[in-house]
């Protein structure tokens, strides 16, 4: 069983910066893909951008593209996003997650299995 704490999550003012975090425990962190998504209130969830098993890869959705940045630290079974220029548009709760399978970069939430507990971002205008 994969269980994902993400953590970082906080209050920032428009135009500020948050990193998240994303532990994952078990051996097989380095096999595969990881992925943020968020869930803004009353909407549906969103993805947000995923990043290769190596590091090497990266797809993101293009409300975030140029301002946000995922990266991996496997050594630490740790993924990261780092948020920049933040809009109030953002303020939602972001979930990492881990695919089914090791293949690909995935868009789609049914492709993931494994979902951590979420944290809140809140960004005032």
């Known amino acids: 069983q994969v269980q994902l704490v993400e953590s970082g999550g906080g209050l920032v003012q428009a135009g500020g910066s948050l990193r998240l975090s994303c532990v994952a425990s078990g051996r097989t962190f380095s096999n595969y893909a990881m992925a943020w998504f968020r869930r803004a209130p009353g909407k549906d969830l969103e993805f947000v951008g995923a990043i290769a098993s190596s590091g090497d890869n990266t797809d993101y959705a293009e409300s975030v593209k140029g301002r946000f940045t995922i990266s991996r630290d496997n050594a630490k079974n740790t993924v990261y996003l780092q948020m920049n220029s933040l809009k109030p548009e953002d303020t939602a709760v972001y979930y990492c997650?881990?695919?089914?399978?090791?293949?690909?970069?995935?868009?789609?939430?049914?492709?993931?299995?494994?979902w951590g507990q979420g944290t809140q971002v809140t960004v005032s205008s």
């Open positions: 997650a881990r695919p089914r399978t090791p293949w690909g970069l995935p868009r789609g939430e049914y492709e993931y299995a494994y």
